[in-house]
């Protein structure tokens, strides 16, 4: 499904966003702060499509969505959002180097929130959710500094609830729900900003 703010449409990745996808799969911080294979290569990228975006899409389980610019249809980054547990889901999130600093993401990762909110996500046999978490690695400050921005709410570090290669790091999380308000959240302390 398809969404649109401001400057972006959000929609699902396709073939022709993975030249794009593994060139910026290949910046350091992504390598360092997701799960994504490493080396990357270009193989990824496709098997990104085939074996995550579509089948999440089918299921309607996973539901990663490509953020561009009104202007020009080419793929900046992505966001994903995952169904959690019975009440929750999980957001995540990556930008190409090019565009990051302009608030993209925070304007993407908001309209993903207030499309859950609405109750416009139906699982089959799902309660809808109450609320969005978000974890990122210690030191992911840019990601921290999203999450700050979209309105989530700093809950605490702990180790991942996502294995990265073998390892559950020290990770911040926070949460976002429908009663949180848009625009920056107060209470994140400023370890969660450091690199």
């Not at 992504?30 to 089948?55: C, H, N």
């Not at 999130?93 to 139906?122: I, K, N």
């Not at 976002?176 to 450091?194: K, M, N, R, S, V």
């Amino acid at each position: 499904m398809r969404l649109e703010t401001d400057r972006l449409i959000l929609d699902a990745p396709t073939e022709r966003d993975i030249p794009f996808i593994y060139a910026y799969c290949q910046d350091p911080l992504i390598q360092q702060f997701t799960t994504v294979p490493q080396p990357y290569a270009l193989s990824d990228a496709e098997g990104f499509l085939s074996r995550v975006v579509k089948p999440g899409w089918s299921s309607g389980k996973e539901l990663t969505r490509a953020v561009r610019l009104k202007a020009e249809p080419t793929i900046l980054g992505v966001v994903s959002l995952r169904d959690w547990n019975d009440t929750q889901a999980m957001v995540g999130f990556w930008l190409g180097a090019p565009w990051r600093g302009r608030g993209y993401m925070p304007e993407a990762v908001r309209a993903v929130a207030d499309w859950v909110f609405s109750g416009r996500w139906d699982i089959p046999g799902r309660a809808s959710n109450k609320s969005i978490l978000w974890e990122a690695m210690a030191g992911n400050a840019g990601s921290a500094l999203v999450a700050q921005r979209t309105g989530f709410r700093y809950v605490g570090t702990g180790r991942s609830e996502i294995e990265r290669f073998g390892e559950f790091p020290p990770s911040h999380r926070a949460e976002l729900t429908p009663a949180d308000l848009p625009g920056p959240a107060g209470g994140w302390p400023a370890e969660a900003f450091q690199r």
